[in-house]
């Protein structure tokens, strides 16, 4: 078998696995299984950083040293069993015309979570912008707040600060300080913590690294 046959097998065998364990995951209501994902995938540092360049970068270096890690293993163990040796000489030997696997796999990576960073920063300031259009037209009447529209802005706020959350921009500098100002509204803050998932540990994450 030549060797470009066994790449391809290589990269469809990958592919395969790759896709079996992401349907898994997102079948699956394992926490065990979650949390093993996201320590693959890179999750876990958007416990502690927003979203961003530097991340994109950090994660796209783990996830491509997870896969072509694998890759490479899976093509080695194959090259072995076709010509019955597993040296060093023969791995260095058939590790070099892999290394510009590397270069190919983190691309890909990169310009994917790069993607979904980029759509999740435009959507938050789009809506961060709407927000604040709106939240300058509030009509008034005899000198007191539309009742319907004051209670529209509270819930607009709570799901802003939840969708923020969710994407991993809370602490980014544009958004901070809008996240801090409304969570410390009495209203927002009971609105937050009793219509979002896990409100009251988010809210103390928040509160915590917001210092407030």
Known sequence: MSEDVMLVIVLLLCLWIGGF???????????????????????????RSANGGRV??????????????VSLLVRLLLLAKADSSFTWEFIQEKSVDTLPWI???FAAVFAGLYSRFASQWSYLATTYNDYMSARMQTPINNGQADPFHHRTMKLWEAAFVEDDYD???????????????????????????ESTHDGVARLREIQAALRF
């Open 167 to 193: 994407l991993h921009l809370w602490r980014k500098r544009m958004f901070a300080p809008l996240v801090r100002e409304l969570l410390q509204d009495v209203e927002v803050e009971k609105i937050f913590k």
């Open 103 to 105: 270069a190919a796999i």
């Open 56 to 69: 994109v970068f950090a994660r796209a270096v783990l996830v491509t040293s997870i896969v072509y890690g």
């Open 21 to 47: 364990i992401g349907a898994a995951v997102l079948s699956a209501e394992s926490p065990s299984l979650r949390h093993a994902f996201d320590a693959f995938s890179g999750e876990w540092m958007l416990k």
